[in-house]
């Protein structure tokens, strides 16, 4: 062996030395990477990697909280949940999925579930999680189902529960429906998760955060092929607090079946509180078809019915108000000291106004007449002559403060404002001067005027109560799952009309007439026991051939009149107030008058009043024992 | 066989042996966790397997120390030639799991010739190159035998196929060279001609391999095929932050998000428990080895051992190194083992025998 030197001998020759410490160095900066690569890993990017280790790990299962129920205001339910059944199947449990999925879906007699498993794997469903392939099921299916469990490896029967409302499509528009949350919802609301129920129309949409609840979840520890092996966590879900309405069931059924198949809109509130005690539309729909999963064309046809069952029209329809709405002249020309009470006009069956000639509705005319006769026989020259003397924008300025022309503030998406016309929205919506015949149109609520039938109800309330014109409210309480009171909801007042009791009277003693007099326009509605105070009206749908007159049997039903009627009793300590519009009735009296009759009728018999006549007893119901007083 | 001096036991190198011995502590441990929970209650089979291990091995590396390692010189060509033939021996009726057949069935346990091939390359490579330099070092024309006798062993183990063990192979060969004494510019030539080769290496590679590299390059283009590993690992490491989640409490592991968690991922599963504390006490303790291994080499009292522990400090580096970088995510997924960690008997017990020499050689620096 030749003799071992550390140091090369030679100059030139590569020596040990200096080849092991270079090498020492190159292993010494190589640890040092990989213990900045762990530095980073481990402490730079622990956060995200320890969370990135518990996505592994924990599979979050939601459970849904229960959505609350919704009572009418004598605590009747009126929507709550029943269970509905769906077939799940896990495919990693099933040895011969072809086979399984064959027998199922002749067993249900359905097809597509294999694109619905493909479907639900593309989305990344990890292992071991079940595919709902299925929903809705009927009961001949379920039974299919649980007998032939067996033969079905990885198929589940689940229960969900479907929103159930117990009265079909009473108070549709009211309640509203629910829906599976769309993509675009997904976006905004963070709460939600594909296949979530929201509520997508009245009560349910507006309501919606309360009815909800908070959905509760589970996590669970799985492995790396998706067992569950355990559970970490349990947070459970909190159910929806149910709401408790200020309609009164029997008086919401009775409204329905008087418009029947007609339709019309009818809005029944108390004048003391603003709640409302009846909302109906007609034509309706039926909300559980939507809890149902509704089928594109279903949905189609309901879209595009031509009498719009979808649309409630007690906030969304806008009509010329017609003659009731010589009561906002009334008032306006009282107030305003146009007129007094004595104030009398030569109604001889129309007037010349420019080159034309506006008609009264009565061809002969009504003579010598003052305000109450006026009001009572709705005679329109005489409030061509008020609205020439007021002008168009004081008699907006009493319509805006009567609530008409704007939205209410009832907590329901889509309410239209309608129309009070003035020079000054003429001027910015249309740049055009406001020409004076024009108010002679306004006067006698046609023209550009537009209400909602709310809007002319919550009118009469004000009229009714002395001059408060409250914001109409349709839930009275919030009542968690145990019974205890969550929230209330007191009147909201949004405006004191200061009106002179004495024009109230007046303008009170005009309705009173209207119903009760034997010349009145709305004869109809009268009753027995109990003195009801009312206005008729007509909106035209198209404006009247210059000079020549239509009997309205002659015309296609739909260029025919809506018949209004607005009303409230008792006259001297008044319970309740109605306006109803019957679209294409003609005249309101005939039309809406026995509606609005019907419903008083009903809520009396419901609701005595102290200082009246009781009704027969045999047709009290029993619920009436237990009756709240309605101004609470 | 020279007689056995006394002097020995008092020089005998309690660093290395105490290094290595903590070093299989540590396997241990990681096996333990790796298995825990599993179909077994309490240890594994193969917790009790790897403690067998490190006790054969701790005799084996004892062993090694009191054999005087100038008589390796002698017997590095039969080894040498022994190994080889095991490894066609492997080629031709090896037991094969998973698609590669790297084993030999002995009943009691499967040998893997590949771990001897690193013993028998270091040795037969240090038995070549014990020699002198010529000046200006080694040239090419005495490269020729030194890469014949590497690739001989590489080609059979790729045969396998093993890429991570042949890249071992070329690795300590490339350092007992470069140490040994290579010329600057052939050295600088043959850097050159890797680069330049890479394209065809690509060429030659399976498919399983290159998708490997792709994976490697970008984890995300398959995050369920080969990037999963990488990505689980990273997750696993990164998941025990400063301190780890504690023993036994590793989920990436235990719930089998981690791949290969007793061998060649078995540092991931380490880190996810321990921590970047325990990690850095493993480098720490890896470095330690490896310094004390650089620093036998330059005491040593010839080239023969100097160029002995050179060669094993360098097994431990480049496996060390390879292998964090694999699971960290600097390198590409390929199959080498934690040393002395990773379960295993035939790597343990090779490192073990390596570690034994490096002993001997610091024993006996004392002795002429």
Redesign the interface.
């Known amino acids: ?2 003799k ?3 140091r ?1 001998r ?1 100059r ?6 200096p ?3 270079a ?2 160095t190159m ?2 900066i ?2 040092g ?3 900045g ?3 980073y ?3 730079i ?2 956060r ?3 969370e ?3 996505r ?2 924990i599979r979050i299962l939601r459970l849904p909280a229960l959505r609350g129920l919704v009572f009418d205001r004598r605590h009747r339910p009126l929507v709550d949940t029943k269970p509905s059944f769906e077939a799940a199947i896990v495919p990693e449990d099933s040895p011969n999925l072809p086979a399984t999925i064959a027998r199922l879906q002749k067993l249900l007699g359905v097809d597509g579930l294999q694109k619905k498993i493909d479907d639900a794997d593309d989305q990344g469903r990890p292992d071991f999680e079940p595919v709902i392939v299925a929903e809705h099921l009927d009961w001949p299916q379920v039974v299919a189902l649980e007998s032939h469990q067996l033969e079905l490896p990885g198929v589940n029967l689940q229960v969900s529960p479907q929103r159930h409302y117990l009265y079909g499509s009473l108070a549709a528009h009211l309640l509203g429906y629910v829906g599976e949350v769309s993509l675009k919802d997904l976006d905004r609301l963070p709460d939600y998760r594909m296949g979530d129920e929201i509520g997508k129309f009245g009560l349910e949409r507006s309501l919606e955060s309360t009815l909800r609840g908070a959905a509760g979840g589970q996590e669970i ?5 998706g067992r569950r ?1 355990r559970l970490l966590r349990e947070i459970p879900e909190r159910p929806g607090d149910s709401i408790v309405m200020t309609i009164d069931l029997d008086l919401q059924r009775t409204a329905e079946a008087a418009i029947g198949d007609r339709a019309g809109a009818l809005v029944a509130v108390d004048p003391n509180t603003g709640y409302i005690l009846a909302m109906a539309s007609r034509p309706a729909f039926d909300p559980n078809i939507f809890a149902e999963g509704i089928s594109p064309s279903a949905w189609r046809e309901l879209a595009t019915d031509p009498n719009h069952p979808l649309e409630n029209r007690a906030i969304q329809g806008t009509y010329p108000p017609g003659s009731t709405f010589k009561i906002v002249d009334s008032i306006a020309a009282l107030m305003d000291h146009s007129i007094s009470p004595d104030t009398s006009f030569f109604c001889p069956g129309g007037i010349w106004f420019g080159n034309r000639e506006y008609r009264c509705w009565r061809k002969q005319g009504h003579g010598h007449i003052e305000l109450h006769r006026a009001i009572v026989e709705s005679c329109d020259v005489f409030f061509y002559e008020v609205g020439e003397r007021l002008g168009v924008d004081r008699i907006a300025a009493w319509a805006h403060a009567l609530g008409l022309g704007r939205k209410s503030g009832i907590e329901l998406n889509n309410e239209r404002a309608g129309v009070i016309p003035s020079t000054e929205l003429k001027e910015r919506r249309f740049h055009q001067r406001w020409y004076p015949a024009e108010t002679l149109s306004v006067a006698i609520g046609q023209g550009y005027v537009a209400v909602t039938p709310l809007q002319l109800a919550m009118m009469t309330a004000t009229i009714a109560n002395g001059g408060t014109l409250y914001q109409p409210q349709f839930v009275r309480e919030v009542d968690a799952l145990d019974g205890s009171v969550v929230k209330q909801f007191p009147p909201i007042v949004r405006g004191e009309l200061h009106i002179d009791p004495q024009v109230l009277d007046e303008v009170r003693d005009g309705m009173i007439g209207v119903v009760n007099a034997p010349d009145g326009t709305a004869h109809a509605a009268r009753l027995d026991n109990i003195v009801v105070a009312g206005k008729t009206g007509t909106a035209q749908v198209v404006k009247e051939a210059q000079g020549v007159r239509v009997k309205e049997n002659a015309l296609p039903m739909k260029y025919r009149d809506h018949g209004w009627f607005i009303a409230f009793a008792p006259a001297d300590h008044p319970k309740i107030a109605i306006a109803c519009i019957i679209e294409h009735s003609g005249h309101g009296g005939s039309s809406a008058g026995p509606v609005v009759k019907q419903v008083m009728e009903k809520y009396f018999e419901l609701y005595p009043p102290q200082n009246a006549r009781p009704p027969a007893p045999s047709t009290a119901p029993a619920e009436s024992a237990h009756v709240e007083p309605l101004d609470e | 066989m020279p007689t056995f001096d006394r002097r020995l036991l008092y020089h005998f190198d309690w660093t290395v042996f105490s290094l290595a011995l903590a070093l299989c502590g540590v396997g241990v441990l990681s096996v333990v966790s790796a298995t825990w929970g599993g179909r077994h209650h309490g240890l594994d089979p193969l917790v009790v397997r790897q403690l067998v291990w490190v006790g054969a091995g701790t005799a084996l590396m004892i062993g090694a120390a009191l054999i005087d390692y100038r008589v390796l010189a002698s017997y590095a060509y039969p080894f040498y030639g022994v190994a080889v033939a095991l490894l066609i021996v492997v080629a031709v009726a090896g037991h094969s799991t998973g698609g590669s057949r790297r084993w030999i069935n002995l009943g009691v346990f499967n040998l893997e010739p590949s771990e001897i091939a690193k013993l028998a390359v270091v040795l037969v490579m240090v038995r070549y190159l014990r020699e002198d330099p010529p000046k200006g070092g080694w040239g090419l024309k005495h490269l020729a035998i030194p890469a014949l006798m590497l690739a001989v062993p590489v080609a059979l183990v790729l045969k396998q196929p093993d890429l991570g063990t042949g890249l071992i192979l070329i690795l300590i060969t490339t350092t007992l060279i470069f140490v040994g004494g290579l010329n600057w510019r052939v050295m600088a030539a043959l850097g050159l001609a890797a680069v330049l080769a890479a394209p065809a290496a690509w060429h030659y590679m399976k498919p399983y391999q290159r998708e490997r590299l792709v994976s490697f390059i970008n984890p995300q283009s398959d995050p369920l095929g080969s990037g999963y590993h990488i990505i689980q690992s990273e997750i696993a490491i990164g998941s025990g932050g400063k301190w780890g989640k504690g023993f036994l409490k590793g989920t990436q592991a235990r719930l089998n998000f981690l791949p290969e968690q007793t061998t060649d991922f078995i540092f991931a599963a380490y880190a996810e428990e321990f921590g970047y504390i325990g990690t850095m006490a493993l480098l720490g303790l890896y470095a330690a080895l490896i310094a004390r291994g650089i620093w036998i080499a330059r005491h040593s009292r010839d080239r023969f051992g100097a160029l002995l522990a050179v060669g094993f400090t360098g097994i431990i580096f480049w496996q060390v190194a390879i292998n964090v970088g694999m699971a960290t995510g600097m390198l590409p997924v390929v199959g080498i083992t934690l040393p002395l960690v990773s379960y295993g008997g035939s790597s343990l017990i090779a490192m073990m025998i390596g570690m034994g020499v490096m002993i001997s050689v610091n024993m006996r620096r004392y002795l002429f």
């Not at chain 1, 030139?12 to 030395?17: A, H, V």
């Not at chain 1, 520890?221 to 092929?225: F, H, K, L, R, T």
């Open positions: 062996m030749k071992f030197a550390l090369g030679t030139g020759t590569p020596r040990l030395g080849r092991i410490a090498l020492g292993i010494f190589v640890l990477i990989a213990a690569r762990l530095y890993l481990q402490i990017r622990h995200d990697l320890a990135m280790a518990d592994n790990r520890e799985v492995d790396a092929i092996l």
